[in-house]
């Protein structure tokens, strides 16, 4: 991955070996953390905590969006990065500065003392610090994995969220819908409103459980609320009002949910500057790299341009996402009529051969490419999984080969890059015009 050396970077290659394994599902490692520094997860502005399979970094991206349009300070906390481990922490509206990050993983490096913490937990727990020590007026946080015993899950919200709810990293959550929704719905705090997409009937029975047991009021799509893309315009249907606002920046018809999930949680967080003009221009300009993103810069972009080719970038990885984005691919080969080339490359771990099926009707060819990692699927892998699921497949030695395979293909196609987010995230490290902000 093209990148350079940062002042951090030595210290972030430090505390990767402070723990052996990548993930380990725990609370305690990170409490006593928090602990040592003193608490900063209690000295945050009202916090919104969001979790879920899919759309989790598209809701948060919406609730930002509409809350500095109204004008206020936002810490957000995502992951995983894409291009630079900055990304993850943005300060007051502002990604972290390199020294900044220094000097608060320095400190955090101290109080842990030396014991054993994960890489996700201790840069965590940064990120806290450096919140804690900022004035904003919201913070916004995403889950890393799962819910309960997530290390963000130290938070005390204003708002919890759950986004659509899905089977993925089933390693981690369990094999079935609702042992996942276990797991995501333990972001739930007692009498802490809870705001959810619409469920999968067995996901949402764990929800409403989970939200009763916890005395938590919970605002459930499909049910309390509902959003739907009317005539070109996101309408968000409350139990006492109905918003008519701008069609979401974020390309494909998912992106209709995710945004009208965000609107009902700011309506529930109920503060009052964030009213309906805000909300209607931050849903018009919301940003989040590589969730079916446009390429118009960089290289790729370039090459394929030249070739009278459009080309895509989403960092999608299981059925739920293939599904979503292959309805927003197949609504730009309707208008006309083109042929859609996928270029593919998945973690070994995924279900690829499901993540591929929803893409079957549109007839796409596949061009499979690996990525740096361990647990990056082969090429070959990735194309054996794509033509299980009715597709022709090709495996390719690189993103750049597979590129000029998809732009041979006559007529011209919609050319998509996907299949996880670390591919995603070579892609944009390829020229720093790319490299998110």
């Known amino acids: 991955m093209t990148d350079h050396l940062r002042a951090h970077d030595a210290a972030l290659a430090r505390l990767q070996a402070l723990h052996p394994k ?138 919890s969220v759950i986004a659509p709810i899905d089977i993925d990293h089933r390693e981690f959550l369990g094999d079935t819908l609702a042992a996942i929704a276990q797991e995501k719905a333990g972001i739930i705090k007692p009498n802490t409103p809870v705001v959810s997409a619409r469920q999968q009937e067995e996901a949402e029975r764990v929800v409403e459980r989970e939200a009763d047991l916890f005395e938590a009021p919970l605002t459930l799509m499909g049910r309390d609320f509902d959003a739907w893309n009317e005539r070109g315009r996101l309408l968000v249907q409350m139990q006492d009002r109905l918003l008519d606002l701008p069609a979401p920046a974020l390309p494909g018809e998912h992106q209709f949910a995710n945004a009208g999930l965000a609107v009902a949680a700011l309506l529930t967080l109920n503060d009052s500057r964030v009213d309906e003009a805000a909300m209607a221009r931050g849903i018009a300009a919301a940003t989040w790299p590589a969730r079916f993103q446009r390429l118009t810069a960089g290289p790729l972009a370039e090459r394929a341009r030249a070739d009278g080719a459009d080309l895509w970038l989403d960092g999608g990885h299981n059925p739920h996402a293939g599904q979503a984005v292959a309805r927003a691919l197949g609504d730009l080969a309707a208008r006309d009529g083109r042929p859609v ?97």
């Open 22 to 159: 990548l993930i380990d599902l725990s609370l305690d490692r990170m409490v006593r953390l928090c602990a040592a520094l003193g608490d900063p997860q209690k000295r945050l502005p009202p916090v919104i905590h969001v979790a879920g399979t899919n759309g989790k970094g598209s809701t948060v991206a919406y609730l930002r969006a509409m809350a500095e349009a109204a004008g206020l300070r936002v810490h957000v906390f995502t992951s995983p990065h894409l291009v630079r481990f900055a990304e993850r922490i943005r300060l007051a509206g502002t990604l972290i500065t390199d020294e900044h990050l220094a000097q608060v993983l320095e400190r955090v490096e101290t109080a842990n003392a030396g014991l054993p913490i994960t890489f996700f937990e201790i840069t965590t727990a940064a990120a806290f610090q450096a919140f804690s020590e900022v004035p904003a007026d919201l913070c916004l946080v995403e889950v890393g994995l799962g819910g309960i015993l997530d290390a963000t899950n130290v938070v005390l919200p204003a708002v």
């Open 341 to 437: 080339a996928l270029i593919s490359g998945l973690l070994a771990n995924k279900d690829a051969t499901g993540f591929f099926a929803p893409f079957a009707p549109l007839k796409a060819k596949v061009f499979s490419v690996t990525f740096e990692g361990h647990a990056a699927a082969s090429a070959a892998q990735t194309a054996a999984a794509a033509e299980l699921a009715g597709l022709r497949a090709h495996a390719c030695d690189s993103v750049e080969a597979a590129l000029d395979k998809a732009l041979a293909l006559e007529p011209t196609p919609h050319v998509l890059i996907c299949g996880s987010l670390y591919l995603a995230g070579e892609v944009l490290a390829m020229s720093p015009e790319t490299w998110p902000v």
